[in-house]
């Protein structure tokens, strides 16, 4: 762990030099998600290869920059694209942008991805605020807190137990009648991937009470969590992933994310404008 936060300072530093402001609120933008980035206010980007500890993205659909900023108000840093445990890192690796963010001075996680809907009712399109996960890497033993803690970044065993923050869903919720988007409720599953599932694992999946599945963003939040973070994840259903019916493609993946765009845009926008806005945005990047 002290070889995490020597890591950690570097990258942090290099972030800290470009920009003017202290981003409070971090965003992984997710397939489907990231042309939200586009709508900052006089953006700074990032390419993640100058970043240290940053590997390049291999996934297409994935940008590989950070783009911080102000949306909504909001002081925002944007992660364009995220690592996945499936490109071969480890889950200490495909977590360390979230302790990177947190020691720039980001306080609050939001989480996006890109989700096979495991209900035939559903529709490819929709929008699920993720009420609770199951970590099916990390109950196997690929945990991004596996090995040694760092009191100075949290506890040595976080709980789980309510990891997705109330006020945030609330708001969420609010925002999303507002604008008249269904919002879909669920537990989000995470699988390791890269395959598809078959049918059996996805039978697996409902028996275990999910309601999507997908490659990503659990470890984010547990890691986010782990150093204190409210933390709030919403997923795109970009196929129905059922049992009995066609086999999942990326391409398709990418075919929703683009139709979606515009109500993906239009509600991650109504959350950060209902978000807490007495905190003042400092113009110091040199203290988290």
């Known amino acids: 762990m002290d070889d995490l936060l020597n890591l ?23 397939s489907g998600w990231s042309e939200l980035a586009d709508n900052l206010d006089n953006p700074v980007v990032v390419p993640y290869t100058d970043i240290p500890g940053f590997p390049p993205t291999t996934v297409v659909g994935h940008r590989g920059e950070l783009v911080i900023g102000v949306l909504a108000g909001q002081p925002v840093a944007v992660m364009r694209g995220r690592f996945h445990f499936y490109e071969g890192h480890s889950m200490q690796q495909v977590t360390f942008p979230v302790r990177v963010l947190r020691a720039l001075g980001c306080t609050t996680l939001l989480a996006t991805n890109a989700a096979g809907g495991l209900h035939a009712d559903w529709s490819v399109g929709d929008l699920m605020l993720i009420t609770d996960h199951i970590f099916l890497p990390g109950l196997a ?18 709980a789980m137990v309510g990891a997705y923050d109330r006020e945030l869903m609330r708001l969420a919720c609010a925002a999303a009648d507002d604008l008249g988007i269904l919002l879909r409720e669920g537990v989000y599953l995470m699988l390791s991937g890269p395959a598809f599932e078959s049918s059996a694992e996805l039978r697996m999946c409902r028996l275990l009470g999910a309601d999507a599945v997908g490659m990503s963003t659990v470890p984010e939040i547990v890691v986010a969590r782990h150093m204190g973070m409210r933390c709030m994840g919403l997923s795109l259903i970009t196929n129905l992933a059922l049992a009995d019916g066609p086999p999942a493609n990326h391409q398709e993946v990418l075919d929703a994310g683009k139709s979606a765009r515009p109500r993906v845009t239009a509600l991650i926008r109504a959350i950060l404008e209902r978000m807490d806005r007495t905190a003042t945005i400092p113009t110091s990047p040199d203290r988290p």
């Open 141 to 158: 033993g690929h945990h991004p807190l596996r090995g040694p803690n760092d009191e100075r970044m949290g506890p040595r065993f976080p």
């Open 8 to 30: 950690i300072e570097p990258a942090r530093s290099i972030i800290a030099a470009r920009i003017s402001l202290v981003p409070r609120i971090a965003l992984i933008l997710g």
